[in-house]
């Protein structure tokens, strides 16, 4: 199994609402990431897990939450929005920390009314 | 400030016909160096990668890249591009090994007419 599942895949919401990303990877690998990618931008990351604990967050408003609650699973819980948060949100999986190869998830695309 | 350039915002050629992606860094000492490629509503899959050894390195789907230290290039080239191709590629750098950091260049969209 060689996949990073990311759920839901389209997701709209309100500048209120409260929501969450999913990502779930059975590869063993040990470092997770979170990506935002804007409409004919590159990847920006956002936050770096190893060994389940926190290892990077890139300055990232604090109205985005990762939350990892085992080694196979990544979370991104979204409250208060704003509408520039709208993009494509890509979870990607490593062996290791900065081993440099990264399995990428399809994304879920966010829309914030 | 260490940088990663596609020098080509849009590529388009016909099917059989041969590819090549530029990529060029910006950094002091040798990165590693990748490429990556993205359909359309698809996440990022890496197409092949160089960290040490033989400049020409080959990847899946038909594609290999030439480290070049002098021209600090990546280049990505495919002898014979199929429809499927079409996709926009990532050139990315990390700084060494053991980073979480891959700076990816702008992007280049293939489209591939029939």
């Known amino acids: 199994d060689t996949e990073v599942t990311q759920t839901p895949k389209h997701l709209v919401m ?5 929501k969450s990303l999913k990502c779930e990877q059975h590869m063993g690998h040990r470092a997770m990431y979170w990506y935002k990618q804007k409409a004919k931008k590159p990847p920006e990351l956002m936050f770096v897990y190893s060994y389940e604990k926190l290892s990077i967050n890139e300055s990232v408003p604090s109205r985005f939450s990762p939350e990892c609650p085992n080694s196979s699973l990544l979370n991104l819980h979204l409250h208060a929005l704003q509408p520039e948060d709208s993009a494509l949100y890509l979870c990607a999986s490593s062996q ?7 399995f990428f998830g399809e994304g879920s695309r966010l829309t914030v009314l | ?3 990663v350039t596609q020098p080509d915002i849009h590529i388009t050629v016909s ?3 041969s590819l090549e992606l530029r990529c060029n860094y910006s950094y002091g000492a040798t990165p590693y160096l990748f ?3 993205q359909s359309p509503g698809q996440g990022l899959q890496l ?8 400049t020409l390195v080959q990847g899946i789907k038909g594609f290999e890249a030439e480290f070049k230290r002098s021209q600090s290039s990546f280049n990505l080239r495919k002898p014979s591009v199929h429809w499927s191709d079409a996709a926009e590629y990532f050139c990315a750098v990390a700084l060494s090994y053991n980073t979480d950091k891959l700076i990816f260049g702008t992007g280049t969209r293939l489209q591939v007419f029939p």
């Open chain 2, 15 to 17: 099917e059989g016909a």
């Open chain 2, 35 to 37: 490429w990556y490629v």
């Open chain 2, 1 to 3: 400030a260490q940088s």
């Open chain 1, 14 to 18: 309100g500048m209120t609402n409260k």
């Open chain 1, 96 to 102: 290791d920390r900065g081993a440099g190869e990264l």
């Open chain 2, 47 to 54: 197409l092949l990668k160089y960290f040490s050894g033989d």
